[in-house]
């Protein structure tokens, strides 16, 4: 079953032409799988705090990150690596929404990420993105 709606998209003038978009290193498998992890642990913790807002699947993640170019993530030191994919993703939502180019797209690079069947939307990204922030900021004072 294919994660997207049945819609036909009629986007070729916004997509950035392939040589763009693969300007710069995207995270390599390794890296995705870690940053991952440490991105389900904090959508976890957030959900656990008892929040209302829509949170990203596994597969969303998983999908966003596919997306970033240009970071590298060091487990060694997870927040400055989490805040710099943080801010990537912010970046590509202000691309995606304010100067009209398409920046998220599933694994095969044709297929926008939104929409999709899971009604995450860039806004719910946007809202994620502000509270894995804060969460990450009282996560630092706690242990820096």
């Not at 694994?107 to 939104?114: A, G, I, S, W």
Request: glycine letters at 4%; a negative charge.
């Amino acid at each position: 079953m294919s994660r997207h709606t049945s819609e036909q998209y009629n986007f070729s003038e916004k997509i950035l032409p392939l040589n763009d978009m693969l300007e710069g290193h995207s995270l390599n498998p390794p890296q995705v799988k870690e940053l991952s992890k440490v991105l389900r642990y904090l959508r976890d913790d957030i959900e656990r705090s008892g929040c209302n807002s829509p949170l990203p699947s596994t597969w969303m993640i998983r999908s966003l990150l596919n997306c970033i170019r240009g970071v590298v993530f060091n487990p060694l030191n997870w927040i400055k690596g989490t805040r710099r994919t943080l801010k990537a993703l912010k970046n590509l939502i202000h691309l995606e929404q304010h100067e009209n180019m398409i920046q998220f797209f599933d694994k095969d690079m044709v297929t926008p990420l939104f929409p999709n069947i899971e009604g995450f939307t860039l806004q719910n990204l946007s809202d994620f993105i502000d509270q894995v922030e804060s969460h990450l900021f009282t996560i630092d004072n706690h242990t820096g």
